[in-house]
């Protein structure tokens, strides 16, 4: 018996979507979670341990086959439980925004159960191809991305909007962004942003600011304080130790900036998420 099946669809031009990078982390005692931002969409896939997803502040609990898809400039970060600690792989994916049931919202979860022995093959393929990175091994992980995606978008939940590449002045915009993100610790000046993206500062400061609204150098602050404020409710550090921490030059100016920004103190901050979760417990 001879069995035959013609392909006769048609499918995206193969540079659309691209895959950036994979990566495998695992929760050990060096691990700092630190909300941020990508200029990508991200995939993350929990395979095993417990723990907790913070996306633009809300936080989501996170368990194994649970998928996390995450559209460019949403922030979010990874909460692991210590007693069982989270492991998990991410996906950067490049040319490409999710569309879920949720209008609006830029990230959504999906519960994978009944497709983990098919992720965790396609997981272990990527990995192996660059770990070994024999030749071809670039085409053979997009095409694993691809088959990937079409799984997901046939859950009925998920869909794909494919992105034209932005104009150089966003592409600049977006490499200090992502600078400012990954740096925020560090004293960052205009300069310094002007020579990471190679264009003049004062367009660079007229260009960023048209794009997002913000300066750069208000948007290193603002991303300080939000750093600044997941410690405050995730630790008992001091401010001292908070305020070196995410960057600022003193204790005093983290102080004041955090309530020129929040309209409160970073103490009062803290004392009211205490009383918040203090009458949670009460209930």
Request: aromatic share 8%; hydrophobic share 35%.
């Amino acid at each position: 018996m001879n069995t035959r099946y013609d392909l006769n669809m048609e499918v995206p031009p193969r540079e659309s979507v691209r895959l950036l990078y994979i990566s495998k982390s695992r929760f050990g005692g060096d691990w700092h979670s630190v909300p941020h931002t990508h200029a990508c969409s991200e995939m993350f896939y929990c395979i095993s341990g417990r723990g907790q997803f913070n996306i633009e502040g809300t936080l989501h609990n996170v368990e194994p086959d649970d998928l996390i898809i995450v559209n460019p400039r949403v922030q979010h970060t990874e909460l692991s439980y210590q007693a069982n600690p989270l492991e998990y792989v991410v996906l950067g994916i490049e040319g490409a925004e999710f569309l879920f049931d949720q209008k609006n919202l830029g990230y959504t979860m999906l519960k994978c159960h009944d497709m983990r022995e098919d992720i965790l093959y396609m997981i272990r393929m990527l990995l192996r191809e660059m770990d070994n990175k024999e030749d071809g091994c670039e085409m053979i992980c997009q095409d694993i991305l691809e088959v990937m995606l079409v799984k997901l978008v046939r859950m009925a939940s998920v869909s794909l909007r494919i992105t034209t590449k932005a104009p150089s002045k966003n592409k600049e915009c977006a490499a200090a962004k992502r600078y400012l993100d990954e740096n925020f610790r560090d004293s960052i000046s205009l300069d310094q942003l002007a020579a990471v993206t190679h264009i003049n500062k004062y367009y660079l400061a007229h260009a960023f600011q048209k794009e997002y609204n913000i300066s750069p150098i208000n948007y290193l602050l603002r991303r300080r304080i939000s750093e600044s404020k997941a410690l405050l409710a995730s630790t008992d550090h001091s401010l001292t130790q908070i305020s070196e921490l995410v960057g600022f030059s003193s204790p005093s100016y983290f102080s004041q900036s955090f309530r020129r920004l929040e309209g409160i103190s970073p103490i009062e901050y803290r004392r009211s998420l205490q009383k918040k979760q203090d009458a949670q417990q009460e209930r």
